[in-house]
């Protein structure tokens, strides 16, 4: 359901005003299928509020936001689960679809938590939990796949794994993917485009260029932007999603 | 058999569990037990309004309801005000407003006993007819709207984003709210419905590790308090509503023993 140019979403000078303040203000971006847009900015930079502009969760905003899809999965940055509440992880995974068992299950291993499936969402560590959002977006075969901060909590190895599987939904599902980084100097190198924000777009355009533009290195210091690491993957080995490492076959 | 006062009262009583069950997760999971009660309190000012213009009186409890419910929602957008003192401003004013209507008709004679704490055992056959015929509806609009509504439990935004339109299948449970209140004031009155709603819900939560585990819970603890309470009612002499909401307040003790623990000790 997209238009001719595959936009799933298109965002025209778009702000938000809450009380007397701009969270963000000018921001135009279009978001395509297939594609990777990766967030990045300090904090307080309206990174968070772009990706809730953009899946349509502020009622008066500035400028124009147009979708083209309905099949959105959202991976929000943090999400209070009351006690009150009794959920399982397999509720939780069907909280906004059908999903069949095995549907389910699938989507559980890809992100390494299958073990998960029958447990209470409160008694989760905050990586397990992360993974498990992961799960559920994923399951969800979106059009468009918006990632808040999607590898907080998660250690290091896990971090590497879900980019490379980030990297594997982009390429099955064909999906376009908004993805805000936690972390200002990395950017997955299967981006497309990045835009940097501080309050307003600073920057943007391809990691490299943004990386060796003018205003990104006045934003966060010559020295420090330099680290700007696209990471690669050009591994001999698959850093499996629960740490372990395994050789590649060829 | 409908002859029968007793036979009335059990048949009124089951109808309003099945209903009060499933709902009552939804306060309690939503934390809207005084929302719950502010709505009751406002109930009031719709029984003397169907007192003075001869409508039904589930009906203008109904609409009273619904409407508090409605100048709340404006309130909260409007004012600087917490939710809470929102709430105890718009039950206590709207109770007192029915109180001084109630003292302008002196000339009927009003059981304001009967109205606070409802009287199970003097239902009729029309009565029966309401609760459930409102309560079956009340079930169905709620089996549709099931799932929108859950995932906007869960977390608002994640639903929003997602496409569940949870400011729509919020303001519907608040109707079904007002609704439930409605059809069943005068069984167990305006203070002691709030208490059918939470109490079952809240025995079940202690019992149930999944959201329809905690609903089929809720929906036998309403029906136990019914049955055991309305016997005692009629075996002890007590009155009938407060010893329903009693059962189900030493069915919650019972159940704190089986407590599924908290999210630390899960395992």
């Known amino acids: 359901m997209t238009n001719k140019n595959n936009t799933l979403v298109k965002l025209e000078n778009a702000g938000v005003l809450v009380n007397d303040k701009w969270l963000v203000r000018g921001v135009s971006l279009e978001i395509k299928k297939g594609k990777i847009i990766t967030l990045i900015g300090p904090n307080g930079s309206g990174k968070s509020t772009t990706a809730k502009i953009t899946l349509g969760l502020y009622k008066n905003i500035e400028g124009k936001v147009e979708k083209f899809t309905n099949k959105i999965a959202y991976v929000p940055q943090k999400i209070n689960i009351d006690w009150t509440l009794p959920i399982r992880v397999n509720d939780f995974m069907n909280l906004t679809s059908n999903l069949k068992k095995e549907e389910i299950e699938t989507a559980l291993e890809t992100t390494g938590t299958p073990h998960l499936k029958n447990k209470d969402l409160k008694s989760l560590s905050g990586g397990e939990f992360q993974r498990v959002l992961m799960a559920r977006a994923i399951a969800k075969k979106p059009e468009l796949l918006v990632l808040d901060e999607p590898v907080q909590g998660v250690d290091f190895n896990g971090e590497i794994a879900l980019y490379e599987l980030i990297k594997k939904i982009s390429d099955t599902l064909n999906c376009g993917i908004l993805l805000i980084s936690h972390n200002l100097h990395v950017v997955m190198s299967k981006t497309d485009h990045v835009v940097c924000l501080n309050g307003h777009v600073c920057c943007s355009g391809t990691p490299i260029d943004v990386a060796n533009n003018e205003k990104y290195q006045e934003l966060f210091g010559k020295d420090i932007s330099k680290i700007l690491s696209v990471y690669e993957h050009s591994h001999d080995h698959i850093h499996k999603i629960d740490g372990t490492i395994e050789k590649k076959e060829n | 058999m409908l002859d029968d006062f007793f036979v009335r009262a059990l048949l009124v009583g089951i109808g309003m569990a099945l209903v009060t069950g499933p709902l009552g997760c939804f306060v309690v999971w939503r934390r809207l037990s005084f929302f719950g009660d502010t709505l009751a309190h406002s109930a009031l000012l719709g029984v003397t309004l169907s007192y003075t213009t001869e409508i039904n009186m589930a009906l203008s409890v109904f609409v009273i309801s619904s409407i508090v419910a409605l100048i709340l929602l404006k309130l909260q957008k409007k ?92 303001a519907i449970f608040t109707i079904l709210l007002a609704a439930i209140i409605a059809i069943s004031i005068k069984m ?30 809720s929906i036998i603890g309403g029906l136990l308090s019914v049955f055991i309470g309305l016997f005692a009612s009629l075996e002890i002499n007590t009155p009938s509503g407060p010893s329903i909401i009693t059962t189900g307040l030493i069915l919650f003790i019972l159940s704190l023993t089986k407590i599924k623990k908290k999210s630390q000790l899960n395992n």
Request: charged share 10%; no cysteine; hydrophobic share 60%.
């Open chain 2, 79 to 170: 004012t600087n005000l917490p939710a809470d003192a929102l709430l105890g401003l718009l039950a206590h004013s709207s109770l007192a407003i029915g109180l001084v209507v109630i003292g302008l008709l002196a000339t009927i004679r009003f059981d304001l006993m009967g109205l606070l704490f409802g009287d199970i055992l003097a239902v009729n056959v029309n009565d029966i007819a309401v609760v459930w015929i409102g309560g079956a509806i009340i079930l169905m609009v709620l089996k549709i709207i099931w799932k929108p509504l859950f995932a906007s439990t869960v977390n608002y935004e994640l639903a929003e984003a997602e496409g569940m339109k949870p400011e729509k299948y919020n």
């Open chain 2, 188 to 217: 167990v009155g305006l203070l002691l419905i709030t208490g059918m709603l939470i109490i079952p819900a809240a025995m079940a939560r202690n019992l149930s590790d999944n959201p329809n585990q905690m609903v089929i819970f």
